[in-house]
């Protein structure tokens, strides 16, 4: 159990446009979701919290605009990397909460924008 | 704030040795979780264990045990018996139990298991 996916798993896009990624928790239901990015051979970082329902809290420095989460429903969350340019290339990770304190996460996806 | 540090960046064993990971963190919360996650070359996040820091029992699943010391706030992962699938980016990682369920990371320990 607690399984969770991403799609896709790897995406290259031309610079200025913008790319969705999705996360589902496939058995279980998840209020709360979080993103994460993850550069080379550093741990996570979390970029923002994903609540079913309501708005996406952002951590400071993370630009709302920029990348935007939506949480329609108790299995799926999204972020859209809007306008994507180089710098926005890097590892996206989701992780869904099963019950009221555990993370499962996601495989991950690889963002390269040329 | 809480902060997590893990001060072995690197490790190296050999198969079937047992093996030692450190963790220390920093809150001034009273309940809280800890956890161990690692990342093989796949990248993908896995659940190694879990720790309720209101039980004084230490954690244990299958060959992975933590020494979990609440009073020195440190939190060390002990994996025997080693396997080659053992080989990954190992992160320590706190999660207080009021508010939003945020995991703060350690900066990891990548372990080789060698053959």
Known sequence: GAVV????SWVI???GTSVKIECRSLDFQATTMFWYRQFP???????ATSNEGSKATYEQGVEKDKF????????LSTLTVTSAHPEDSSFYICSAVRGTDTQYFGPGTRLTVL | AQTVTQSQPEM???EAETVTLSCTYDTSENNYYLFWYKQPPSRQMILVIRQEAYKQQNATENRFSVNFQKAAKSFSLKIS??????TAMHFCAFMTRQGAQKLVFGQGT?????P
Not at chain 1, 5 to 8: D, K, L, V, Y
Not at chain 1, 41 to 47: A, I, T, V
Not at chain 2, 81 to 86: E, I, W, Y
Not at chain 2, 110 to 114: A, F, K, M, V, Y
């Open chain 1, 13 to 15: 896009c031309k610079s």
């Open chain 1, 68 to 75: 935007l989460i939506n949480h329609a429903s108790l299995t």
């Open chain 2, 110 to 114: 990548r372990l080789t298991i060698n």
């Open chain 1, 41 to 47: 051979k550093q741990s996570l970082m979390l970029m």
């Open chain 1, 5 to 8: 996916s991403q799609h896709p």
């Open chain 2, 12 to 14: 190296s064993v050999q």
């Open chain 2, 81 to 86: 018996d080693s396997q080659l699938g053992d």
